[in-house]
């Protein structure tokens, strides 16, 4: 992460994103590339103050990154129902990210979404 702004509590404390453990942590990726097609992904936190004992939300850091559509699981998923072949649900849901019981509910999804005719058969997505 490039950027690592202290964090400033209501009662006055301040300290840095990394000296203080953090109670959750999430990445926040901005809606709109740059014009060099890269996006701003922020790690998100929360820490608990070490002298009042509040919680405190803010940015633990900042960076740039290359967003690829073909990386996005539901490029995955398109891709994959509408190539025409036979392929593995379970190799599926390693490549994406989500658990098998999730691909069994998307890929109907976007069956009726993109009319593409297969059945699921003994975890294989099979084309008609």
Same mark, same amino acid.
């Given at each position: 992460?490039?950027?690592? #702004?202290?964090?400033?509590? @209501?009662?006055?404390n301040?300290?840095?994103? &990394?000296?203080?453990?953090? *109670?959750?942590?999430? *990445? /926040?990726?901005?809606?709109?590339?740059?014009? !060099?097609? !890269?996006?701003?992904i922020? %790690?998100?936190? +929360?820490?608990?103050?070490?002298?009042?004992?509040?919680? @405190?939300?803010?940015?633990?850091?900042?960076?740039?990154?290359?967003?690829?559509?073909e990386?996005?699981? #539901?490029?995955?998923?398109?891709?994959?129902?509408?190539?025409?072949e #036979?392929? +593995? &649900?379970?190799? &599926?849901a390693?490549?994406t990210? /989500?658990?098998?019981?999730?691909? %069994?509910?998307?890929?109907?999804?976007?069956?009726?979404?993109?009319?593409? @005719?297969?059945?699921?058969?003994?975890?294989? /997505?099979?084309?008609?």
């Amino acid at each position: 992460m490039a950027k690592k #702004k202290p964090i400033k509590c @209501k009662c006055g404390n301040t300290w840095q994103p &990394l000296e203080v453990p953090t *109670n959750k942590e999430w *990445n /926040f990726v901005s809606p709109m590339p740059d014009k !060099n097609g !890269n996006v701003t992904i922020t %790690r998100m936190a +929360s820490w608990t103050c070490p002298s009042c004992g509040k919680s @405190k939300t803010g940015a633990k850091g900042k960076t740039k990154g290359e967003f690829k559509e073909e990386d996005t699981p #539901k490029y995955q998923i398109e891709h994959a129902i509408s190539a025409g072949e #036979k392929f +593995s &649900l379970e190799d &599926l849901a390693e490549k994406t990210g /989500f658990d098998i019981d999730n691909i %069994r509910k998307i890929i109907p999804m976007y069956q009726k979404k993109k009319n593409i @005719k297969g059945k699921i058969k003994d975890d294989y /997505f099979i084309p008609e």
